[in-house]
């Protein structure tokens, strides 16, 4: 099985920027997926790391640290549209496509 | 290009009663997978389709039962509900091949049971 923890809760500033820790424990690891999520809605596909590395995509990045376990999505410049529940999610070599998440982080961006 | 459509958005039923849930994939996926979310809480992994076959499955009970159409579609049925069965039902479709660099949900189904 897998365990996914990420922190329950953060505040930032507006304009700040903001580091979401994942750590995951899998065996036949295969890819970890971020997605935000506003409140009432789907998720909302931001990013996929399968390789260790930063992936950048505008304000937001990802990276991916395999032998660590680890992964963040940073945000930066933040907007007050960024306040959201951040989705982290693992799919294992064994599972077809299948993600387990992570509980999710919210961010709450302040003024 | 559509996306992933879900109906209905939103659905009230009463304790006992079936629900079926429907998912249309974005053009181009054949794998639907379905998760519940209960509030402030994680997606959870119901189960998986391909090929018109369940692939994988979560630990859910023999209650929650699906299928998939030719066309890729999907249904996600739920007997006997309990009101702990209240979440949100999400949808999500991915492109052929093991390693998918993308997963889309769609908007959800909001049940409540009553």
């Known amino acids: 099985g897998q365990n996914i923890d990420q922190p329950t809760e953060m505040t930032a500033t507006e304009g700040a920027i903001v580091q979401i820790n994942c750590t995951y424990q899998t065996s036949g690891f295969n890819g970890l997926f971020w997605y935000q999520q506003h409140a009432g809605e789907a998720p909302t596909f931001l990013s996929y790391?399968?390789?260790?590395g930063l992936e950048e995509k505008g304000r937001f990045s990802s990276f991916l640290s395999r032998s660590k376990g680890y992964s963040y999505l940073l945000l930066k410049e933040l907007q007050m549209k960024d306040s959201a529940s951040y989705l982290c999610a693992v799919r294992e070599r064994a599972a077809g496509n299948k993600l387990t998440f992570g509980g999710g982080t919210r961010v709450l961006v302040k003024p | 290009d559509a996306g992933v459509t879900q109906s209905p958005t939103h659905l009230i039923k009463t304790r006992g009663q079936q629900v079926t849930l429907r998912c249309s994939p974005k053009s181009g996926h054949d794998t639907v997978s379905w998760y519940q979310q209960a509030l402030g809480q994680g997606p959870q992994f119901i189960f998986q389709?391909?090929?018109?076959?369940?692939?994988q499955r979560g630990n859910f009970p023999d209650r929650f039962s699906g299928h998939q159409f030719p066309n890729y579609s999907s249904e996600l049925n739920v007997n006997a509900l309990l009101l702990g069965d209240s979440a949100l039902y999400l949808c999500a479709s991915s492109p052929p091949g093991q390693g998918a660099s993308e997963a889309f949900f769609g908007q959800g189904t909001r049940l409540t049971v009553v």
């Open positions: 790391n399968v390789l260790d």
């Open positions: 389709y391909y090929e018109e076959e369940e692939r």
